[in-house]
């Protein structure tokens, strides 16, 4: 069976979470408590290093230890619906757009959370190691959020969905960018018309309740 190790209140596999959910794969569900700290119990060390969530254990016992490998193995796995994809084109537009997602929007977030919040002193960034904040880093990040917030409500002008012909992870990763964003205090604006209204209709889709 393959089992997906999880936690509710992270952003990263709430992203593995839907994906899977839109590929209707069937799976198990092991709670990581990351506030407990059970990231760092030997028995999940051993099965991901990275002290991170999600891992995706295969039912050939391969282990994922990451959204890029989960996405990548589903697509091939499971390749309808496609969720990145079909003509070398439109995988490029929406690879680019995930990618901007991850580094404008969800890496921002994380920077303005990590480097302020008292309960991750000494843990700036995610893994095995320890980091020290830096509170201007976590300024840094307010200020990258609105600029992330802005470029998706200009480019959704006109559009349904933010990259290719349809709905894609591209779409997945930014609801969990535009959602997490609340833990620093910031959503989108009365100026934001077009990204209100598309968050609101990706709220349709049963996977994002999860």
Request: glycine share 6%.
């Amino acid at each position: 069976m393959i089992t997906l190790y999880d936690c509710p209140t992270a952003p990263s596999p709430r992203r593995a979470r839907i994906l899977l959910a839109e590929k209707g794969v069937a799976h198990d569900t092991v709670v990581v408590d990351l506030a407990k700290g059970e990231q760092f119990a030997e028995a999940f060390r051993a099965l991901n290093p990275q002290c991170t969530v999600p891992v995706l254990r295969l039912d050939n016992g391969h282990v994922l230890t990451d959204n890029a490998a989960i996405a990548a193995w589903a697509e091939a796995r499971f390749p309808e619906p496609p969720l990145m994809g079909r003509s070398p084109e439109e995988k490029a537009d929406i690879a680019s757009w995930n990618w901007r997602v991850e580094f404008e929007g969800l890496l921002a977030i994380a920077e303005a959370l990590r480097n302020a919040s008292p309960a991750m002193a000494g843990r700036a960034l995610p893994g095995p190691a320890d980091f020290a904040q830096i509170p201007e880093l976590a300024q840094r990040g307010l200020r990258r959020i609105q600029l992330f917030l802005d470029t998706l409500e200009q480019h959704l002008n006109g559009r349904e969905t933010l990259a290719g012909e349809g709905f894609s992870i591209a779409d997945i990763t930014a609801v969990v960018a535009v959602d997490f964003a609340r833990v620093v205090r910031v959503k989108p604006g009365e100026q934001h018309l077009n990204l209100r209204r598309w968050r609101t209709a990706m709220g349709q889709r049963p996977s994002m309740m999860l």
